[in-house]
C-alpha cells in the first residue's frame, strides 16, 4: 500500500479560543508537493445514550447557534483537562438529565469531522438509570425528551434527528441491544 501520510513542515496557532484553537499548518504531501491545512483543535468528547427501564431513549432538545436551528441530540460535552471518558459521560449525563446510570459501557468512538477537526467523541451506552435533578452549565438551556429507541431510530430517517453523534450512538445502541 501507497504511503499517504502527510508530514507537518510548519504550524501556526492563529486562534485560541475558550473551547477551540485554529491552526494553520503547511503540510508536505506524498506526491512531494506542499499544501495548507486548517485544523480546528477541540478537546475530546462524549455522547451517552441514556435508556431506561421502560426502554425509552432520554435525549435533549437544544438550541445550536451555528445552525440556527433546536436539534434533538444525545446528552453529551467536551471532555475537561486529564477528565477519562467514562467520568466526563457520567458528569454529562446527569448535568443534562439529571440522571445517573448503575451501568455504563463505552459503545463507540469516531472522529466527528477528520477533514478539519482532531474532535475525538466517545459514545456510551447508559442504563439502569436514576433520576435526579438536572444541573446543566450556566449557558446551557436543555429540555429531555423520552422516545422509544424504534421511534428514535425512525426520526433519523424521517430527518427529524440529524445530529451526527447522536445518530452514531443510537444505531450503534440499537444494534448493540437488538443481539
Known amino acids: 500500500?501507497?504511503?499517504l501520510k502527510e508530514t507537518t513542515i510548519s504550524s501556526k496557532r492563529v486562534y485560541e479560543g475558550k473551547i477551540l484553537n485554529l491552526r494553520v499548518d503547511r503540510v508536505l504531501l506524498p506526491n512531494g508537493k506542499e499544501s495548507g491545512r486548517e485544523v480546528v483543535e477541540f478537546s475530546e468528547a462524549v455522547a451517552i445514550v441514556p435508556i431506561a427501564e421502560d426502554g425509552k431513549v432520554l435525549l435533549v432538545t437544544q438550541y445550536r447557534y451555528p445552525v440556527g436551528d433546536v436539534l434533538l441530540e444525545a446528552p453529551a460535552g467536551k471532555m475537561d483537562p486529564k477528565?477519562?471518558?467514562e467520568t466526563c459521560a457520567r458528569r454529562e449525563l446527569q448535568e443534562e438529565t439529571g440522571y445517573t446510570a448503575g451501568s455504563l459501557e463505552k459503545i463507540c468512538e469516531?472522529?466527528?469531522t477528520p477533514g478539519f477537526t482532531n474532535e475525538l467523541m466517545h459514545v456510551f451506552l447508559a442504563q439502569e438509570l436514576t433520576?435526579?435533578?438536572?444541573?446543566p452549565d450556566e449557558d446551557e438551556f436543555v429540555q429531555v425528551e423520552a422516545v422509544s429507541l424504534q421511534d428514535a431510530i425512525a426520526m433519523i430517517y424521517n430527518g427529524k434527528i440529524r445530529d451526527g453523534k447522536t445518530i452514531a450512538g443510537l444505531l450503534a445502541a440499537y444494534n448493540?441491544?437488538?443481539e
Do not use: A, I, S, V
Open 83 to 85: 477528565e477519562d471518558p
Open 176 to 178: 448493540m441491544l437488538k
Open 110 to 112: 469516531f472522529y466527528t
Open 1 to 3: 500500500m501507497k504511503d
Open 131 to 135: 433520576p435526579g435533578e438536572q444541573n
